[in-house]
């Protein structure tokens, strides 16, 4: 079994800093990319940032300069730093991970359970 698991969510106002963890742990192999989505209430969720094992990132436009996502290979784990932090970003915020388990040759595509952000004006 894998699992994903975040920490770091919270109530803050605007203007102030989180940082989002998510470790993943289980029967891993090798974990390709891994990133961030958010859905905000009534709204589709949404790709904040991705990171490759090697460490390419993809941010979306309305948080970069922002938000910055880095990983530790050696513990499995992504984080996101969220710098600048507004109303509109009050949102569940989710892991991802493509990766390999179990020796298989297969790629699969694990969640996490989310982790809220609520910023207040």
């Known amino acids: 079994q894998v699992q994903l698991v975040e920490s770091g969510g919270g109530l803050v106002q605007a203007g102030v800093s989180l940082r989002l963890s998510c470790e993943a742990s289980?029967?891993?192999?090798?974990?390709?990319?891994m990133g961030w989505y958010r859905q905000a209430p009534g709204k589709q969720r949404e790709l904040v940032a991705i990171?490759?094992?090697?460490?390419?990132?993809n941010v979306a436009d309305s948080v970069k300069g922002r938000f910055t996502i880095s990983r530790d290979n050696a513990k499995n784990t992504v984080y996101l730093q969220m710098n600048s932090l507004k109303p509109e970003d009050t949102a569940t915020y989710y892991c991802?991970?493509?990766?390999?388990?179990?020796?298989?040759?297969?790629?699969?595509?694990?969640w996490g359970q989310g982790t809220q952000v609520t910023v207040s004006s």
């Open positions: 990171i490759t094992r090697g460490g390419s990132t």
């Open positions: 289980g029967s891993i192999v090798s974990i390709n990319d």
């Open positions: 991802n991970a493509r990766l390999r388990r179990d020796y298989s040759p297969n790629l699969y595509n694990y």
